[in-house]
């Protein structure tokens, strides 16, 4: 069966200045991405900042083009695509709802303008269907006039999902659109966004450092470290279960509202890894607290069995753990 969205041997590099007189360096922001998405699964993707999350969902929307691999939509690369035919297909909600709307613009000519590019009905259509999208998502027809310096965080970002989904395309790319909200707000938001999967059969892809966001929305989690994607599966069998080290630790790094237990210890040290120059082998072996005795010698493969999918030699059974 054909996946919704596929991606095969994704990679994405980027040349960067070093300094003055200092050759670039290659900085490999995604790098051996594989990932299925199924029609309706909402695919969480989290991990630390720099493990390449937005790259990645740069590169599904069609903004950024893979320095090697493909990209799949219903078996068709999007490279072959039209432009017009990808965004009636994919849509994004982004991360900052104060920057990614035009300030100039009144909100009904924001959400109506996906169906200006692809040339859909006359002016007025575009401004009624911009309207019931805008009563969809919970901005009575009275905010149709008004400017985004006149609206909240949530409210603009309500704006944002209305303007994604007016066009009806089968794929959303959510890029941390709760982070910039308060707390309150964000449950909200997120509510809102199960409601719509539901009622216009949408495949999200859901990308955030927050895991309780994605517990909540996810049906299932890929884990990214370094631009690879260190462990996959479904949403429960990751919360309750974590294979990997590093999923292990980011899970065991959870604030918790009990009373006498601190600031959890991850065991990962105080530094974050340098993506300009990845470690050898597993690029998570020197914060990992379980390595063994060639993990960085060799780069651990995906493995795949019935509960899902993870990059770990720990699963390999002929290991020695270092002394």
Sequence with gaps: ??????????????????????????????????????RGEVMGIVGESGCGKSTLAKMLLGLTPPS?????????????MDRRELA???????????????PRRSIASIVA???????LGSKQDRRNKAI????????????????PGQLS???????????????QPEIVICDEPTSALDVSVQAQILNLLLDLRQEFNLTYVFISHNLAVVEHIATHVAVMYLGRVAELAQTTALFKHPRHPYTQALLASVLTPETGLGIPDMGLGLSFPDPLHPPSGCTFHPRCQQRMTHCSLQRPALIQDEQGEVACHLYRKTEQHVD
């Design 1 to 38: 069966m054909t996946a919704l969205i596929e991606a095969l041997d994704l990679h994405r590099t980027f040349t960067v200045s070093s300094g003055l007189f200092k050759p670039k360096q290659t900085l490999h922001a995604v790098n051996g991405v594989d990932l299925r998405v199924e």
């Design 88 to 102: 009636r297909r994919v849509q994004p909600v982004f991360q900052d709802p104060y920057s990614s709307l035009n």
């Design 68 to 80: 090697r691999g493909s990209i799949l939509i219903d078996g068709q690369d999007i490279g072959s």
């Design 132 to 147: 019931e999208m805008l009563e969809r998502v919970g901005l009575p027809p009275r905010f149709a006039d008004s400017t």
């Design 153 to 167: 965080g949530g409210q603009r970002q309500r704006v944002a999902i209305a303007r994604a989904l007016v066009i």
């Design 113 to 119: 303008f996906p169906l200006d590019i692809v040339g």
